[in-house]
């Protein structure tokens, strides 16, 4: 089947922790996307690659890095200088910009 | 810079009854607008995407339509099911400046009761 995978779904982090969620797709698609979503917010982008080793700074990247060394794979590092880590995490991807997003299943980020 | 409002924030309807979801953009210089549905705690549903060229788009019971002038899209929800609960976002592409990223609405989230 193809689409995007995220994992964990949950995942608990210590203050101080550095923590990555995965995201992988199958789709052959070009372009990839970080969004966090806040409860009463909308979603609000972190980072997005529009090809493999380029990425480029969303709207919130404090705090974040992710790569890009291959195609199907775009991980998010969440490193202790990001205060307000919890939130729901989501990957997406499209063909290309402007193109029509599909998204992961999520990753539930929660600071202990 | 681009703003997305949905209004109403939540909206609860009988099975059967036909609705209207609002969603208005600041910026009308839009490439494209999406609707997404969302259920709680997964991920985004990808429902329509119309482009800046195209009036409206349909899909089963789901018809969206969009005027970039007034900057507003609907999506219009035929014969409601108690399965069409959920969150719908819409999100919107472009705007002065060419941006490549999608701008999301805070959502409305929709209650279909048996």
């Known amino acids: 089947d193809g689409g995007i995978t995220q994992s964990p779904k949950y995942l608990f982090r210590k203050e101080g922790q550095n923590v990555t969620l995965s995201c992988e797709q199958n789709?052959?698609?070009?372009?990839m996307y970080w969004y966090r979503q806040d409860p009463g917010q909308g979603l609000r982008l972190i980072y997005y690659s529009q090809i493999v080793n380029d990425f480029q700074k969303g709207d919130i990247a404090e705090g974040y890095s992710v790569s890009r060394e291959k195609k199907e794979s775009f991980p998010l590092t969440v490193t202790s200088a990001q205060k307000n880590p919890t939130a729901f995490y989501l990957c997406?991807?499209?063909?290309?910009?402007?193109?029509?997003?599909?998204f992961g299943p999520g990753t539930r980020l929660t600071v202990l | 810079k681009q703003e997305v409002t949905q209004i109403p924030a939540a909206l609860s309807v009988p099975e059967g009854e036909n609705l209207v979801l609002n969603c208005s953009f600041t910026d009308s210089a839009i490439y494209n607008l999406q609707w997404f549905r969302q259920d709680p705690g997964k991920g985004l549903t990808s429902l329509l995407l119309?482009?800046?060229?195209?009036r409206e788009q349909t899909s089963g019971r789901l018809n969206a339509s969009l005027d970039k002038s007034s900057g507003r899209s609907t999506l219009y929800i035929a014969a409601s099911q108690p399965g069409d609960s959920a969150t719908y976002l819409c999100a919107v592409s472009g705007g002065q400046g060419g941006s490549e990223k999608l701008v999301f609405g805070k959502g409305t989230k929709l209650t279909v009761n048996p």
């Open positions: 119309i482009q800046s060229s195209q």
């Open positions: 789709l052959n698609h070009d372009a």
């Open positions: 997406a991807s499209a063909t290309s910009f402007y193109n029509e997003q599909f």
